[in-house]
């Protein structure tokens, strides 16, 4: 499962604010800088302290949730369904094979939510050892509470037997009430998209999404991680559409009444939350990993561009295969983009599904790819799928090694700066989401499910993935994957599943890193200080660490990588910290150019650092690495009076040779100086023109219009008028507005035909503002065939936009806003949200109508809209139109 993709932060925070409103060939880098032979370990004073080494205490966060008891193992699932467009029901038949897990047992109990069941029913005859009772289905004794199916078996089955159960019913998803979380933002199982054709430019489509435990709501099964079982679908629907299921398809029948039934069968097993369907017209492209077959299924016009947007993953498969010597183990591997998804992506076995993002043109790819959705889904066929996590507390060993997968192809593909700035990502991402919230890595005690679906789970765990690799070094953190896969395959895992493969091939006993990293909460956050002494001919460093250990925290053990830059030459030592506080001396019989403390840049901290200015910038130039450079840029921007060799440091930063470091030193750069501008200007101007990388440029476009220079934004925004990027477009028309609002006007009217959602933002925003009747059609359209995410910031806009237009288009908005909150095909978020934009429009236009009272029908039309709206929303979530 993919979280939502940062790119649709902006989207994200809109929509919260609206509910506010509501009530108001694999090469991976192995060089020295890992791990040099013979390096020196720096003994320090005291004994190892274990005491350390404990788990902290848990505090109380939510009931204890332990992994699910197995009575019953599910040998086999089959599943005949059809749908029903209309009401959105879909009939279904399933036969499923059990067998007692170790205990005999006279009873069954499946999770099978909101169905209306018809029959349950013991197949005859049953498989046994010892019997061969008569043919024929026998009714079944059950209890239904339209959560769990408990049902009474005709006698006690012991493990040496199987059992077959059949059910009929008719699952009936949109009638349930659910929750979602950071993750996935909905939990129906099973969706219905523009089932009556209503929204003109959206296609009608089905499909499935199962994590947590949703799968559960269109077929009755153990809907648990430690469950596994294989699967055979047979599903009947109109011959227009195509289907995608689990594994591959056995065969394709046409039948009398212009249906057709695809047969798709999964021989190895799976967790049941990785079951899928889809429905739609879809396009196939074919593409193939060592003759296995690699699909990817796209709406019509994005056929063209199906390898551009996915055509790398059969690089993909081979670089993990060989990464991990485990080769991709599954028989097909395909991907679908599906509208209004509830996430950003999902690892179905063999069948990903992928959010709208990734419907793209060849110009909306200049601004850069999915691969990392792309290859995180892909990953979790190793962490997640083959082994899965016994318990949704565990969620991290499926997460974070998906996480990290981002990091590995950045690697593979684009080298170690690649790498190093995806887990710097992450560690952001990570620090910035649980400030004064910590939480242990695997977490068996939470109120929901759904509540471990977080950055803590995805980029923490991404990033303690990336210290355990520098601790072991590469060959046995790579072997160590490959024991506990090879192992535990098709099975499940658990987090001393995976210290037990590490310890199996490092031999050491790391119960103290799964302890602290994995099972207590937090991070270390350190103050490093360094003396030298002459006398002693020792650089001296001290580091300290700050956290607050009162709420289960610990001090942690920290293995550290230091660099000694001395005399031209640099020597790496080993230190263990053990201690709240600790000192290092480091041999030097003059003072080091440089102590480079976490040499690796690999260890999960906050840090303060308190080296010299001269100290940074010779990091800055030789130290080997991205984060050493970006560290030497970020320390240049928080200086208030920067020496000359630091200024100079900073503007050669300008042209590093990784793009991220060029992009952070634009944006960090002071321009309050004439000869910081005289020297800087010159070279924005020419990055600007010729700097391949769109973040880049859009960069400098801000940063040049910060010098509040109006002929040189007119010059500049005619040169990047003219940008293939849409990214840079979209900064241009920003930027016009705040200093040439009918320029902006002009550049955005002549872009309405463009498809891009990072464009359209900035669209909306400018057309917005003018208010223009002709733009109403541009809103519509984009509403109707917006996707999840983008809905969102469009609503914020048609708001700012129905404010500002006429009379007669503000109330053809309204109605295009009363009917996507009245549509029960879509989002409760997005009714809601459309429901909260009327509010807002209603509340601004009362505030102008004390200078324009013919603005009175308006307010009274919006009014009886809500009012309607009202009336068929639940209570827990009507407007308060009166605010």
């Not at 360094?530 to 300290?544: L, Q």
Request: a negative charge; hydrophobic letters at 35%; proline letters at 4%.
């Amino acid at each position: 499962m993919k979280l939502i993709s940062q790119k649709n932060l902006l989207s994200t925070l809109l929509f919260s604010s609206l509910l506010i409103s509501l009530n108001s060939g694999c090469r991976i880098f192995r060089g020295r800088d890992y791990y040099p032979e013979n390096v020196p370990e720096i003994p320090y004073d005291s004994e190892y302290d274990y005491e350390n080494d404990q788990v902290a205490e848990e505090l109380p966060m939510g009931e204890y949730h332990p992994s699910h008891t197995i009575i019953n193992d599910i040998i086999s699932t089959t599943l005949e369904v059809s749908f029903d467009w209309e009401h959105q029901y879909m009939p279904g038949k399933a036969t499923i094979t059990f067998r007692p897990h170790f205990y005999p047992t006279d009873s069954l109990t499946l999770d099978a939510k909101g169905f209306d069941i018809y029959k349950v029913e013991m197949v005859g005859p049953n498989i046994t050892k010892s019997i061969n009772p008569p043919t024929g289905n026998k009714p079944l004794t059950y209890v239904y509470d339209s959560s769990q199916l408990h049902i009474f078996l005709d006698k006690t089955y012991t493990r040496n037997d199987l059992y077959t159960i059949y059910i009929e019913y008719k699952a009936k998803p949109n009638e349930r009430k659910t929750e979602g979380s950071a993750a996935i933002t909905d939990a129906k199982g099973l969706y219905f998209i523009n089932p009556k054709g209503e929204e003109p430019n959206k296609p009608k489509q089905i499909w499935t999404q199962g994590e947590t435990e949703s799968n559960s709501a269109w077929f009755p099964t153990i809907d648990k991680p430690n469950m596994k079982t294989i699967i055979k679908i047979s599903m009947t629907v109109d011959t227009q559409y195509v289907t995608l299921s689990n594994g591959y398809m056995v065969n394709s029948v046409n039948n009398k009444n212009g249906t057709r039934t695809d047969h798709w069968k999964m021989d190895l097993p799976i967790a049941p939350y990785l079951v899928m369907m889809a429905v739609g017209n879809f396009k196939i492209v074919h593409d193939k990993w060592r003759n296995m077959p690699v699909d990817y299924y796209v709406e019509p016009e994005y056929e063209q561009y199906a390898k551009e947007i996915f055509g790398r993953t059969p690089e993909m498969i081979e670089c993990y295969s060989k990464l991990l010597g485990v080769d991709y183990a599954w028989p097909k591997y395909s991907q679908i983009v599906v509208r209004d998804f509830v996430s950003g992506a999902m690892e179905n076995t063999t069948a990903v599904v992928h959010y709208d993002a990734l419907n793209q043109t060849h110009r909306e790819m200049i601004d850069g790819n999915n691969d990392d959705i792309i290859c995180h889904e892909l990953f979790h066929h190793w962490f997640g799928d083959l082994v899965t996590c016994e318990s949704w507390s565990n969620i991290s060993l499926n997460e974070s090694f998906a996480d990290y997968a981002e990091a590995l192809w950045a690697e593979y593909k684009n080298g170690k700066d690649a790498h190093d700035l995806q887990v710097n990502n992450d560690k952001n991402t990570y620090l910035m989401a649980t400030a004064g919230s910590p939480v242990p890595l695997i977490r068996y005690h939470y109120n929901s499910q759904e509540d471990v679906f977080d950055a803590n789970s995805y980029q923490r765990g991404g990033c303690v993935l990336n210290m355990l690799r520098n601790y072991v070094g590469d060959d046995a953190f790579f072997k160590s994957l490959n024991v506990y896969l090879t192992e535990n395959k098709f099975g499940i895992g658990e987090v001393h599943t995976l210290r037990m493969a590490f310890e199996k091939v490092t031999g050491e006993d790391l119960n103290w890193f799964f302890n602290e990293y994995y099972l207590s909460p937090g991070h270390p956050v350190v103050n490093i200080n360094y003396t030298y002494s002459d006398e002693s001919n020792a650089e001296f460093v001290t580091i300290e660490q700050t956290q607050d250990t009162t709420t289960g925290t610990p001090v942690f053990r920290l293995p550290i990588d230091v660099d000694v830059y001395s005399g031209g030459e640099t020597k790496r030592y080993r230190v263990v910290m053990n201690k709240a506080k600790q000192t290092f001396s480091f041999p030097a019989y003059t003072k080091p150019d440089l102590i480079n403390v976490d040499a690796t840049k690999s260890i999960l901290w906050e840090k303060t650092d308190n080296k010299s200015d001269s100290e940074f910038v010779f990091q800055f130039k030789h130290a080997p690495l991205l984060m050493d450079r970006y560290e030497a840029v970020e320390h240049f921007e928080n200086e208030q009076d920067l020496d000359e060799a630091s200024r100079l440091s900073l503007i050669a930063a300008l042209n590093d040779k990784f793009w991220y470091i060029r992009k952070s030193t634009v944006e960090m750069i002071a321009m309050d100086d004439e000869k910081t501008i005289a020297q800087v200007k010159p070279i924005l101007i020419d990055l600007l023109k010729t700097d391949p990388k769109p973040q880049v440029r859009s960069a400098v476009l801000n940063k040049l219009n910060s010098l509040n220079d109006t002929d040189l934004i007119n010059s500049i925004t005619e040169i990047t008028a003219m940008d293939s990027s849409y990214d840079v477009l979209g900064t241009t028309i920003t930027i016009l507005k705040e200093n040439f609002r009918e320029k902006a006007y002009s550049l955005a009217a002549s872009l309405k035909n463009e498809k891009s959602g990072d464009l359209m933002y900035s669209l909306a925003d400018v057309l917005a503002a003018k208010g223009n009747a002709d733009d109403y059609s541009w809103f519509e359209q984009n509403l109707n065939s917006a996707g999840f995410y983008e809905m969102f910031s469009l609503l914020t806009a048609m708001k700012t936009y129905l404010v500002n237009t006429n009379s007669e288009t503000r109330l053809k908005g309204v109605d295009l806003l009363s009917s996507i909150a009245l549509n029960d095909s879509k989002s409760l978020w997005v009714k809601l949200s459309a429901s909260g934009v009327l509010s807002q429009i209603k509340n601004e236009l009362e505030l102008k109508r004390t200078e324009n009272r013919t603005l009175d029908n308006d307010i009274q039309y919006i009014q009886k809209k809500l009012d309607e709206i009202n009336e068929k929303q639940p209570t827990d979530f009507q407007i308060n139109s009166e605010k």
